[in-house]
């Protein structure tokens, strides 16, 4: 009998606040999934380059999200100095750049790169659209420098971005984080659950029982 191909795609942004409420749990999931799913990570790539600075209105959205996620994840804190501290802009792409640079030196970079980020923006008011931000945060993981500022900039990398951002409008999604299971082919979307990885890994131990 063939063995079953399966991926679990995990579709992010290091500067979704959701992403980040959902970091704990998400980890805890991988840990418990069984060997044969390889799980992907894929940057979805929430906004643009801009040097503008963001709008009062989608200020307001942002904070207001901050305290949803902090209401509905009791686990998550947010720092709200960074809206005293930075000058915020709605700009992602850089840090989605910094994770795929990161990756280059290593697939292990990849989660370090994103949680780093996650955590100099929701933790420490530091701002990851900044490029300085970014290139301190490589300098903090001991990656090599050098090759990280090289990547950060160059059109391969900027490319494998849109690649990735390609691949998530392909499988039409629409939010982050989203998980979506593959079972040789077949597409099955994880409803996410916030504060709980048990009923995430029995609806996927279920699915990978019933696809033939």
């Avoid at 709008?55 to 999200?65: E, F, I, L, R, S």
């Avoid at 929701?122 to 300098?139: F, G, Q, V, W």
């Amino acid at each position: 009998m063939q063995r079953k191909q399966i991926i679990l795609y995990y579709f992010h942004d290091p500067m979704c606040s959701w992403c980040w409420g959902f970091s704990a749990v998400f980890s805890q999931l991988t840990k418990r999934l069984p060997d044969i799913i390889e799980v992907k990570r894929v940057l979805g790539g929430l906004a643009t380059d801009t040097d503008e600075p963001m709008p009062d209105d989608m200020a307001t959205y942002v904070k207001g999200n901050w305290q949803k996620i902090e209401e509905k994840i009791p686990s998550v804190k947010f720092n709200f100095e960074f809206w005293d501290k930075c000058q915020p802009r709605r700009s992602t792409y850089p840090g989605c750049r910094a994770v795929i640079a990161a990756r280059e030196q290593g697939e292990q970079y990849d989660v370090l790169m994103t949680t780093a980020i996650q955590k100099a923006y929701y933790k420490e008011a530091r701002n990851p659209s900044d490029i300085e931000t970014l290139i301190n945060l490589a300098s903090e993981l001991e990656m090599n420098m050098d090759k990280f500022n090289e990547d950060l900039r160059s059109e391969e990398i900027k490319q494998k971005l849109m690649s990735e951002i390609d691949f998530t409008r392909h499988m039409y999604i629409e939010s982050f984080p989203s998980l979506v299971l593959d079972v040789n082919g077949k597409h099955i979307s994880i409803v996410i659950d916030y504060n709980y990885c048990q009923p995430m890994l029995d609806f996927i131990n279920l699915k990978i029982e019933s696809v033939n």
